[in-house]
């Protein structure tokens, strides 16, 4: 099993003497040289020793500052998506990107902030006026309820026919197409056609005797203009007409069964009215002039004429 540990070895001739007084172990035959080698193999090696660990190199000076660690790198990326993503809403609102439309309402007449066109909202399409004459005949009043808005819907666009070509638009005479084969007949209030379905409604709307009274129109003018349900039995009432309720409140007249509701009668004094030019309904005319929106507020003070 190789020499002992801490043992120094014998002199050869003490080595000898010993041998010769011993003599050879008696029945212990000698290990042959393989086995020994392989005893002397079996014994674990020593483990090496651990290398020593070294440490890191310190940075070069300055190198802190030159490249910041990974999480500051993070941080100041993230601020610089922030910062842009500010600017950009910042420029959209100025802009009116993404900004959604303005609900508009059925028989309304609007005009978009910025923009001189002025537009009857019907049907999810908007009607412009072509002339400042059909608009003060489609609302029946000097002062028309106009609301801004600050942008109009994508809607389609058409032209209203001119009041200056045909004198009936916004009037209260019962007007029938001159189509060859159905001449059907209309309340043309608001300029906005509501058909009448049959000749007594006709005569409770625009009282008795009416069919001797309709004014024919052109068809493809007709045709050009918005219409509304069918008519019902009501009198007929001018666009612009305040009509009152038994419970007190009012509603301005848009078109043949709809209306603006009037919130506060205080708004009337902006559009030049009163609520003594208020008439006086029944319940169920009140209810037919179905308010589709509100009377819109009017910036500054009302201006007579000559004033």
Not at 135 to 162: F, H, I, K
Request: with cysteine.
């Amino acid at each position: 099993a190789g020499p002992s540990a801490g043992i120094p070895a014998l002199p050869a001739d003490d080595a000898a003497a010993d041998e010769a007084e011993a003599g050879p172990s008696a029945g212990i035959p000698a290990l042959p040289a393989d086995d020994a080698a392989n005893d002397e193999a079996a014994a674990p090696p020593e483990a090496p020793p651990e290398p020593a660990q070294t440490p890191p190199a310190a940075p070069p000076a300055g190198a802190e500052a030159a490249a910041p660690p990974p999480s500051a790198r993070k941080r100041a990326g993230w601020l610089v998506g922030v910062g842009l993503l500010a600017a950009v809403l910042l420029v959209g609102f100025w802009m009116g990107a993404g900004r959604p439309p303005d609900p508009v309402r059925h028989g309304e007449t609007v005009r978009q902030r910025g923009d001189g066109g002025v537009y009857l909202a019907f049907a999810e399409t908007l009607y412009a006026y072509p002339d400042s004459a059909t608009l003060r005949a489609c609302t029946g009043v000097r002062t028309p309820a106009v609301r801004e808005v600050r942008r109009l819907p994508a809607w389609p666009r058409r032209r209203l026919p001119s009041v200056r070509e045909h004198a009936w638009m916004g009037g209260t005479v019962p007007v029938v197409s001159d189509h060859p084969a159905t001449r059907p007949a209309y309340v043309a209030v608001g300029c906005i056609l509501a058909r009448v379905p049959d000749p007594p409604t006709l005569d409770s709307i625009f009282g008795p005797g009416a069919l001797e009274r309709m004014t024919e129109a052109p068809d493809p003018v007709l045709r050009a203009m918005p219409r509304a349900f069918i008519a019902r039995g009501h009198p007929v009432r001018r666009a612009g007409t305040l009509v009152r309720g038994p419970d007190g409140g009012m509603r301005w007249v848009t078109y043949h069964g709809g209306a603006l509701a009037v919130a506060d009668s205080g708004m009337l004094a902006r559009w030049c009215r009163t609520p003594r030019e208020a008439v006086d309904v029944s319940a169920a005319e009140y209810g037919y002039y179905r308010p589709f929106g509100w009377l819109p507020a009017r910036r500054g003070e009302c201006r007579r004429r000559g004033e």
